[in-house]
């Protein structure tokens, strides 16, 4: 039984471009949420999608976006990519808030952007 | 707004020693608590979790009891292995917040043969 799955698991990109970072949920889960993890600290929440739609966000600007297909996989586009942007970025999966189970989440392991 | 807060690293121990990581908690509601271990390179594995007070959740020969009287879920094992080097985040979430978690900034644990 596969786990999450991210990809790439490296980038590297300048200021001023835009990433897509894709995600494939565990097999049964059908809610996605991405992290920001920058280097020395803990992951922070940028947003959680379920039934393709974005139903939470963190303190994140609108340069964070984001996608859920049909499948449950998803995609965090990053645009006018900045220094900071540089991080892990995690993703996770789990089933819908109010399931029971719902509040344990299984983490891919990450994609690492470099922003030069 | 709801917050972790955990001791900072690094923490260097020998093998075979006692390991305590503190986490304490601020939330606006009845949280789940967690910790969650990171090795080198990769992504967050549960090490374990508690739902409600006084619950003890344990795994790997890792504790950790919630303790709703001092917002307090600190993790020990009893003795350390090498491989248990890594580095420790505690968490929290919310049903209210739809899961999203909470995470302490980590704690990195060496242990040393």
């Known amino acids: 039984d596969a786990g999450v799955t991210q990809s790439p698991t490296h980038l590297i990109k300048t200021r001023g471009q835009q990433v897509t970072l894709r995600c494939s949920p565990k097999s049964g889960h059908d809610t996605v949420s991405w992290y920001q993890q920058a280097l020395g600290q803990g992951p922070q929440f940028i947003f959680q999608y379920y039934e393709e739609e974005e139903r939470q966000r963190g303190n994140f600007p609108d340069r964070f976006s984001g996608h859920q297909f049909p499948n449950y996989s998803s995609e965090l586009n990053v645009n006018a990519l900045l220094l900071g942007d540089s991080a892990l970025y995690l993703c996770a999966s789990s089933l819908e808030a109010g399931t029971a189970g719902a509040n344990v989440l299984t983490f891919g392991a990450g994609s690492r952007l470099t922003v030069l | 707004g709801d917050s972790v807060t955990q001791m900072e690293g690094p923490v260097t121990l020998s093998e075979e020693a006692f390991l305590t990581i503190n986490c304490t908690y601020t939330?606006?509601?009845?949280?789940?608590l967690f910790w969650y271990v990171q090795y080198p390179g990769e992504g967050l594995q549960l090490l374990l979790k508690a739902t409600k007070a006084d619950d003890k959740g344990s795994n790997k020969g890792f504790e950790a009891t919630y303790r709703k009287e001092t917002t307090s879920f600190h993790l020990e094992k009893g003795s350390v292995q090498v491989s248990d080097s890594a580095v420790y985040f505690c968490?929290?979430?919310?049903?209210?917040?739809?899961?999203?978690?909470?995470f302490g900034g980590g704690t990195r644990v060496l242990v040393k043969p």
């Open positions: 939330a606006t509601g009845y949280p789940s």
């Open positions: 968490a929290l979430s919310l049903k209210a917040a739809g899961n999203k978690l909470t």
